[in-house]
């Protein structure tokens, strides 16, 4: 298993990244430089709305290259088809659980991996979570057990897919 702290990207989501850095730290940053400036120069920027919410802009935006540029520098750049292709639960791809004590047919999918590769409207799981730990590694079939708040819980893979 790998390190926790380490995120799994596909190869795809890592370029898709590195492309929205580069844009950030390019372009992105010359128009908000450019926004402060015309904000500037409309005169009292104690009042100047355009001024403050340019400034506020900036903030996210230097974050945001923050977040991915630590993201990118410890991140793990794996083949999306080879991460699941032998049927166990591996960062990348997509578990149907169902929760010991409910019905046959209750059942809940989840996205292994980082938020940046997230699926749709999949909850998120981290492979460094307590789901996560416990999931890798497991197939269709076997039931695995976690440490949650409440206690421990029980779950059952049902399915691991792409």
């Given at each position: 298993?790998?390190?926790?702290?380490?995120?799994?990207?596909?190869?795809?989501?890592?370029?898709?990244?590195?492309?929205?850095?580069?844009?950030?730290?390019?372009?992105?940053?010359?128009?908000?430089?450019?926004?402060?400036?015309?904000?500037?120069?409309?005169?009292?920027?104690?009042?100047?709305?355009?001024?403050?919410?340019?400034?506020?802009?900036?903030g996210k935006m230097e974050?945001?290259?923050?977040?991915?540029?630590?993201?990118?520098?410890d991140a793990q750049v794996v083949?999306?088809?080879?991460?699941?292709?032998?049927?166990?639960?591996?960062?990348?791809?997509?578990?149907?659980?169902?929760?010991?004590?409910?019905?046959?047919?209750?059942?809940?999918?989840?996205?292994?991996?980082?938020?940046?590769?997230?699926?749709?409207?999949?909850?998120?799981?981290?492979?460094?979570?307590?789901?996560?730990?416990?999931?890798?590694?497991?197939?269709?079939?076997?039931?695995?057990?976690?440490?949650?708040?409440?206690?421990?819980?029980?779950?059952?893979?049902?399915?691991?897919?792409?």
């Amino acid at each position: 298993m790998s390190d926790p702290s380490t995120t799994t990207l596909t190869k795809d989501t890592y370029e898709r990244l590195q492309r929205e850095l580069e844009d950030l730290t390019t372009r992105g940053r010359v128009e908000i430089a450019a926004a402060i400036e015309a904000a500037r120069a409309l005169g009292d920027l104690s009042e100047n709305g355009d001024y403050h919410a340019a400034k506020d802009a900036q903030g996210k935006m230097e974050a945001r290259i923050r977040q991915l540029q630590a993201l990118l520098k410890d991140a793990q750049v794996v083949d999306g088809a080879d991460a699941h292709g032998d049927g166990t639960v591996a960062a990348g791809c997509v578990v149907t659980l169902r929760y010991e004590g409910d019905d046959e047919d209750d059942t809940q999918q989840f996205f292994v991996g980082s938020i940046e590769e997230r699926q749709g409207d999949l909850t998120v799981v981290s492979p460094g979570s307590p789901l996560g730990q416990a999931l890798l590694g497991h197939q269709a079939g076997e039931t695995v057990e976690y440490a949650a708040p409440g206690g421990t819980l029980r779950v059952e893979v049902v399915a691991v897919g792409a």
